[in-house]
């Protein structure tokens, strides 16, 4: 076992989220409420979700619910990053998401390397969910804000000819790369820095270090091609107007 997971365990756990807390509030990068709450809600949300898996994986259509229900939530918090309120264009980033993901687990299914089981299932499409939503945020964010920050350049543009989805690439396009570095970094850095999740529970579980270093490197190249599709798709919204902070404007 890597934790022991007892009353110590709750204690410094409470410590290190109060630290965090503190540290954000301090800084003024935050409210501490809001790593506070992230820290609640986190603990609510994995001791619901531990209870559920065991129970879902059993029937086929409880499994695809609840792939749907992980898909649903990414779909939202991307869209709660990318277009706050009262933004009415956040349903579309449902579609990069899945552009990532579904490709990458249909061709996951087909070929058998992963089994069509919910304990096998689960955990990989959660991995390719969570990198799609990063990307999307990321992607969404940073061109967004780029936009409006050389909105001057985008005009001058247009005044030259440029179509405006063609303008609005040209500035946004080196912003939204920036969304597939993290993944980058992490696949370049496995092994030397740190010691990535799939890897260390395949370890736990019983598994030999080689095969759990071929599995990591799948899941890492997996998340590269998700990422990568997330970014494009993401940029090409934006660029097209369809991704946008305020409802009406060009």
Do not use: K
Request: with cysteine; glycine share 10%.
């Amino acid at each position: 076992m890597l934790l022991h997971v007892n009353f110590a365990f709750g204690v410094l756990l409470a410590v290190l989220l109060g630290l965090a807390a503190a540290v954000v509030s301090i800084a003024r990068l935050a409210p501490a409420r809001d790593t506070l709450f992230a820290g609640a809600r986190a603990t609510v949300q994995l001791v619901a979700v531990s209870l559920l898996i065991g129970w879902v994986v059993r029937a086929l259509p409880l499994l695809l619910c609840f792939l749907l229900l992980m898909y649903a939530v990414a779909v939202r918090t991307a869209g709660r990053r990318v277009v706050p309120a009262p933004g009415r264009s956040w349903p579309w980033t449902a579609l990069p998401i899945a552009a990532g993901v579904l490709p990458v687990l249909a061709a996951l299914l087909l070929t058998g390397v992963l089994p069509p089981r919910g304990i096998a299932l689960v955990p990989i499409a959660g991995i390719l969910i969570g990198g799609a939503l990063t990307a999307t945020v990321l992607a969404g964010r940073r061109a967004l804000d780029e936009l409006a920050t050389r909105h001057g350049e985008v005009e001058a543009a247009l005044a030259l000819g440029l179509a405006d989805r063609d303008a609005r690439m040209e500035v946004a396009r080196p912003a939204a790369a920036d969304a597939l570095l993290p993944g980058m970094d992490q696949t370049r850095t496995v092994g030397l820095v740190t010691l990535p999740g799939a890897f260390v529970g395949m370890l736990l579980g019983g598994a030999s270090p080689l095969h759990a270093g071929a599995v990591q490197l799948f899941v890492l190249v997996a998340l590269l091609l998700v990422q990568a599709v997330a970014t494009a798709v993401t940029l090409e919204l934006v660029a097209r107007g369809r991704l946008r902070r305020h409802d009406g404007a060009r």
